[in-house]
């Protein structure tokens, strides 16, 4: 097995709404706001090359939304999934697995893009499978009002009319164990309905891609909850669990939306589970 990160472009997001109801007067000491209280994220894929499969774990934004929809967003660099894949030998096509840990446009609208005369929509990824679970994508395609503007439905629904979706099975209590992707799975549902977060043996250490069960370094602690949750109370005992399974058994945790935290290690201390040590993906992958 080998690991890749793929960086499918960076943006900002409101720090007030990253962090919730803890004050900028903390909050910033970690992730400085620019004058319009804007923080760097960062949207950091993963691809697992094992055997015969390449597995893309989510996919960015993608760029099929029009200006004014990106201008919320202050895009900056230039990274792209494509640009990362080819610095890696592969391309988009080479693809046979896009597993996305929730369907919010962050995390999946790279896994859509626009046909060829922009009269519709297609797989940005043609050969590969989409990778869902029941329960997440009833509540993607029948949203609430609090996450309607974060499920698009160009992003989604494509998915399913392609034929190209498949769902993982759902787990009894919060951990799916030995799936067919070769990754467990945690689930979790203080963010969103049955968020995936995959936990990857790799290379006799577990990688966990943290998605938005802890966005950045800086929501290490446990009341760090974003304002975007559903369910904060729930984010709270999930981000304890899981903090604590890490600690103790030494995970490396990657950061999706780290823009300068690629992956961490945790520790216990008097104050909770806190920063241990911060690598590059180099030092663990190469």
């Not at 990160?5 to 007067?25: Q, R, T, W, Y």
């Not at 993982?168 to 919060?174: G, I, N, S, V």
């Not at 067919?180 to 966990?208: R, S, V, W």
Request: glycine share 6%; with cysteine; charged share 25%.
């Amino acid at each position: 097995m080998k690991l890749y990160p793929i960086e499918a472009g960076n943006f900002k997001l409101d720090g007030g709404a990253m962090f919730g109801v803890v004050p900028k007067s903390l909050w910033h000491k970690t992730n400085p706001a620019d004058s319009n209280n804007m923080i760097d994220i960062a949207a950091r894929c993963l691809l697992i090359e094992d055997n015969n499969r390449l597995i893309l774990i989510d996919t960015g934004m993608g760029d099929k939304q029009n200006d004014k929809f990106f201008g919320y967003y202050y895009l900056w660099g230039d990274d792209s999934i494509d640009k990362s894949l080819k610095k890696y030998g592969f391309h988009r096509d080479d693809i046979t697995d896009v597993f996305m840990t929730h369907l919010h446009f962050d995390h999946c609208g790279g896994s859509i893009q626009w046909n060829k005369d922009r009269t519709g929509y297609e797989p940005a990824f043609k050969n590969a499978h989409f990778w869902s679970n029941s329960a997440h994508w009833q509540w993607a395609t029948q949203p609430n009002n609090r996450e309607k503007a974060s499920f698009l439905k160009e992003n989604i629904l494509p998915m399913e009319a392609s034929g190209q979706l498949k769902f993982t099975a759902l787990p009894e209590q919060k951990l799916l164990k030995n799936t067919a992707l070769g990754f467990d799975i945690f689930f979790a549902n203080g963010h969103t309905e049955k968020q995936m977060i995959p936990m990857i043996n790799y290379q006799g250490k577990t990688i966990c891609f943290m998605a938005d069960l802890l966005p950045t370094a800086g929501h290490l602690p446990l009341p760090y909850v974003m304002g975007y949750d559903t369910r904060p109370l729930l984010t709270l005992d999930e981000k304890e669990t899981f903090l604590n399974l890490a600690a103790d058994n030494n995970y490396y945790l990657f950061l999706e939306h780290d823009a300068h935290h690629e992956i961490i290690t945790v520790k216990h201390t008097e104050k909770g589970v806190r920063l241990n040590e911060i690598f590059t993906c180099d030092d663990i992958f190469n």
